[in-house]
């Protein structure tokens, strides 16, 4: 079955700690993407990359990193300059530029 | 700064019916648009999507619609039923890749 799988589901992180977020894709798309999500509003792009090896910033990249260093994974790190993590984050993977991006199920961080 | 808004938070509508969700947007370079749909603790799943080139694109039960001049989509849903109660967001990108969320509009489909 190809698809996004995204992990841990849950993740609580302590104060001072950074937390890393999981994204594997098997859809051999090229770009991936993150987002975080808060209550009562959109999507906002946090991180993006369209090849390997390379990512760029998006609206809210403060206080998150990503690498790239394979095509099928994108993890992202919520360090500790990130002061409030309390979010539901969604990677997404789309074949090309400006290509319908397809959603992972998410990863639900809160702050112990 | 807000580029893609959706303005009506929720919307109720009863099974059989037309549900209707409108989006506007203000960034005249935005040339591609996306609708999606979102159950609770899941990803948004993509419905129908439609270039600028167009003005009307149908997929079944779902239709969105295009106004350039007046920088405002819709999708119509015809006929509603209970399982699309979900939240809805419309999307657009211009260039980049990037795709510019709405804040979305919970649609409830009662019996």
């Known amino acids: 079955d190809g698809g996004i799988t995204q992990s841990p589901k849950y993740l609580f992180r302590k104060e001072g700690q950074n937390v890393t977020l999981s994204c594997e894709q098997n859809?051999?798309?090229?770009?991936m993407y993150w987002y975080r999500q808060d209550p009562g509003q959109g999507l906002r792009l946090i991180y993006y990359?369209?090849?390997?090896?390379?990512?760029q910033k998006g609206d809210i990249a403060e206080g998150y990193s990503v690498s790239r260093e394979k095509k099928e994974s994108f993890p992202l790190t919520v360090t500790s300059a990130q002061k409030n993590p309390t979010a539901f984050y969604l990677c997404?993977?789309?074949?090309?530029?400006?290509?319908?991006?397809?959603f992972g199920a998410g990863t639900r961080l809160s702050v112990l | 700064d807000q580029q893609v808004k959706q303005n009506s938070p929720s919307l109720s509508v009863q099974e059989g019916r037309i549900s209707i969700l409108n989006c506007d947007y203000t960034?005249?370079?935005?040339?591609?648009f996306l609708w999606y749909k979102k159950y609770p603790a899941e990803g948004p799943t993509f419905l129908i999507s439609?270039?600028?080139?167009?003005d009307k694109n149908e997929d079944g039960r779902f239709t969105v619609f295009l106004n350039k001049s007046a920088k405002h989509l819709s999708l119509h849903i015809v006929p509603s039923q209970p399982g699309d109660s979900a939240v809805y967001f419309c999307?657009?990108?211009?260039?980049?890749?990037?795709?510019?969320f709405g804040t979305g509009t919970r649609l409830q489909v009662t019996l």
């Open positions: 999307a657009a990108s211009g260039t980049a890749s990037k795709l510019t």
């Open positions: 960034n005249s370079m935005f040339d591609y």
């Open positions: 997404a993977s789309s074949i090309a530029q400006r290509g319908v991006q397809y």
């Open positions: 859809l051999n798309h090229d770009a």
């Open positions: 990359s369209q090849i390997v090896n390379d990512f």
């Open positions: 439609i270039s600028s080139i167009k």
